[in-house]
DNA sequence: GATGAATGAGTGTTCATTCAT
DNA sequence: AATGAATGAACACTCATTCAT
């Protein structure tokens, strides 16, 4: 038989109570007491349904990081792709997707699936990114950044040596790596819906496909 | 009588414990019975010094930030004096700047004094910017980014005026902002001696002043 | 139907996890959790089958314990029928017997059964005499003490009296009593398989029923 | 200036609630709340005191069970020096004083002096032998037993050798050590003053004494 | 027979802070 | 200026046990 709660099952109470209260602590001075009184349950069915306090955490905050990842993974492989193929035109591509008022590929259309997926799970991804400190997630942006600079990296070698053109340095290329990953991130931290970010999306891209393209002196 | 401890004064031995264990664990986690320990005094002795465990912490990292505020400051002050004699000479100097090899003036002869001093008081400033939660520092990145926001907006204007252009949205320059802030405190958290931060600041300011110029579609 | 589960019934898997689980950690930290998750059962199956965690420790401890009490009250039984048709010839049959080096009888037969009864049961002979604090079996070597108390007395008072000695003062008895227990289970504690403890067996009666005369001076 | 308080101090009166409640309960399911309540202290003071729960029981037992040990150290090393002087005589002199009345000298004035003094601190050896579990203790006597062993095994060996004889067997020795240590715990265990054991010891020492020359077959 | 959820009291331990001396 | 003792609330977590299904 289903359950009959209408307010959730004991497990998503706990959740939910979880997410008010890492909210507005953080993660070290949330109390778990304080989250089984907010869900109407005793400390111990906590334990049941969560290995410890940084599970109960985690099985907020991972699947929404993971999906995005996913998009990520996916969008990664697809600039891939076309860097194989044609190198030249996947900058060229970037470029003119970035000035295209109504763009609805590339770049911003990764970034606008994001970004409509992380608003409407908006407290797990606070919760990821500021309320983290103690948990492994503590260094998540720092994940982010790293994967970017790998991705920026190998685009941006594959470029230079098909143009015989000096290497780009890895500094260089780490710093507009965190830049990309933190202007992202401050964006969805300034606006409070969905509907504001996405107008400002496009001038974002811009200003970051137009820093990547000084990169490369001929674009 | 002058101390006779060579290791320094009580509260000076309090201080370089407490800096030791809010590196290790950051504030939250941060035990002022191992501080007391590790300096080699009763907890009784924190408190004749400090209010309390923020106040010791405080202690320890605002001179350092305020000395950071101060140089900024006069940055500033210097900044809006030469705009206010003539704005567009101001921005050409900047791209000059940026692109001279051996800079010794401007953003980049700012941004290395703040190096400097960063870098001799290196502790002080990852406490302040990472291990600050729960503290008042906690937001310390986010004030220095609205105070670098509110004075590249008093350029913008000054020159959207004067060139009779449309103003620069708030959203894009908050981001420059936040851009700006973050490359330079990556920058300190990448490399860890002076010199090779030093090193790559010419590449750092070229990019940023890069980025800042695309603004204004005339430069 | 008979139950599928090559791997015994539940009741049985309960049991074999119980016991792994209390040999590891002694009855009272033992984990009820443990060997249910261990045992791939749930808590409340547990419970169908004991009605508490003592009840299961003692449903492992308590057929071995009562055996082995078997086998020695049969051994009692038979001294005594022997006691009343001539107290002098059992006297004699103790020595001889501990002398004969391939015994086949008295003492050294009865402690060879019992032993390789317990080598046959080992597990559970250790959780009752090292791992039952917490439980009714905590003073379970106490028991036996007593008990072979009773019987040397029983003994002795008759052989006393009828030789017109000085009754053996209880204390002297119940230490005797003591000793012979303790040799007796140290020696199956110090040795891992039957056929070792067995091989030092004589050497042990020997030595018991050699303290047991010296108490009667004429032997 | 010195405590007032008539009671004791903070920590004599933490030991003291401490002793009573693990004679109790034993040491796993002792309640440090229940102490600290006890004793008329929170639980922090305790803290200030001990370490953890097991530095609080080791406080208790640990200088009764170093004095024993310093006292039995000194009985050996007396033993070994006659041992180096004079072989025979050793065993002379053990068996003399073994069947003396008024014994003063030699195991039996040992064993008393052993004897006052535990029973000058009672609960604490029972503390040791019998409510130990789960703490560093649990096998103390386990340790006696190894100690009194190496002992043993060392006079055998000297008077074997001396005397051409076959050494003896190393499960004998132990289990003869075993015996000793026993009997002496168990008197200690089952009068409740000094002076009924005492009067109690010269039998112990008689018997003892008794079972140990029988291993030598000229004596 | 057995499950899965839940209880609620209990555990040892740590904490920042206080204060008489 | 500094000590050493003490507070008392809070912490995350574990436990044996229960019970409707």
Known sequence: MPPKDSDGSTKEKLQEAAKKEFMQKGFL??????????????????????????DLFDSIVRPVIEHVAQILTE??????????????????TLIHDANEKDNAKGDLSTASAIYRYLYSNYDEFILAIQKSQGTKWENCIKSFVDWNFEHLKSIADYYCKAHGKEEIKPFVLRMVAHSQINCFVNTALNFPTFEEAEKHLPAMVRYLVGGWCTLFDDF
């Open 75 to 92: 969008h990664f492989k697809h600039e891939d792709t076309q860097l194989n193929r044609n190198a030249n035109a996947l900058m060229q």
């Open 29 to 54: 001075k949330a109390s778990l007491r304080t989250i089984c009184k907010n869900a109407g349950v005793t400390t111990g069915a906590l334990y049941f349904f969560f290995r410890d306090k940084e």
